[in-house]
């Protein structure tokens, strides 16, 4: 199985890169009032960032289906996931972190701009420096597939996974059984709400053109990117 220890690793390497990520932007802004960022400086930040979220998301992604195949498929789940499995599935991850998202810095520093380079946040992410580029960017199609390949599919997994479990859970006949089933997935599912919710409810907001105030709208990403390395040593703590 994949050992718990390795994962809550992970997660914290995830979380605090994440948050270190942010910080020189962030800092430079409340601290000296900086409101510009060199672009050497904004892609290496637009880089990091997604690194470490994409680190989170497939993590999470992971634990979500070591819980499924624990839970519906408990007499295979040892041949299922043995350890050259969950040593490719490490493999995986190092690969979809490093080698599909280290051509992003590049192709949005030779891509033509022709609007005004002014960023929505107080940090750099690759959507809102992709649709600064000139209509029909190729390198904008590359990335925006990158970027939407793990943080679109990966949650669409998860909570199928969670399905899944809700199914067997209820054919279960003993509560207490599906107690401890629940108990288990009880501390990845919070984090799981706490690192996708944000960002799914910015996405809606944007997509519906939902009317809500400015503020509001500039701290979900806060809440999406910083929320999680707060509140997940918490929810693991509690949890073991």
Not at 12 to 18: N, T
Not at 90 to 115: D, E, Q, S, T
Request: aromatic share 8%; hydrophobic share 50%.
């Amino acid at each position: 199985s994949i050992n718990p220890c390795s994962t809550f690793f992970l997660l914290s390497v995830s979380d605090v890169g994440l948050a270190t990520a942010l910080m020189p932007t962030l800092l430079g802004l409340a601290l000296a009032d900086a409101h510009a960022a060199p672009a050497s400086a904004c892609l290496l930040q637009m880089f990091f960032v997604h690194i470490f979220s994409i680190m989170e998301s497939s993590v999470l992604l992971a634990m979500a289906l070591d819980r499924a195949l624990a839970i519906c498929r408990p007499l295979h789940y040892p041949t299922l996931l043995s350890n050259d499995v969950i040593s490719k599935i490490g493999l995986a991850i190092a690969f979809r972190c490093l080698g599909l998202h280290l051509p992003l810095p590049f192709l949005l520093a030779h891509m033509p701009y022709c609007h005004p380079q002014v960023l929505t946040h107080s940090y750099c992410l690759h959507p809102d420096m992709a649709r600064l580029a000139c209509p029909g960017a190729w390198g904008a199609v590359y990335s925006l597939f990158v970027v939407l390949s793990a943080m679109g599919l990966d949650p669409l997994v998860i909570f199928f996974s969670y399905g899944l479990i809700g199914r067997v859970l209820q054919g279960l006949g003993s509560s207490e059984n599906r107690r401890k089933a629940g108990q288990t997935c009880a501390a990845h599912l919070s984090a799981v709400l706490l690192f996708y919710m944000p960002m799914i409810l910015l996405a809606l907001i944007d997509r519906l053109r939902v009317p809500i105030p400015q503020p509001a709208h500039t701290l979900l990403p806060y809440v999406h990117f910083l929320l999680p390395p707060l509140i997940n040593p918490v929810i693991y703590r509690i949890r073991t």
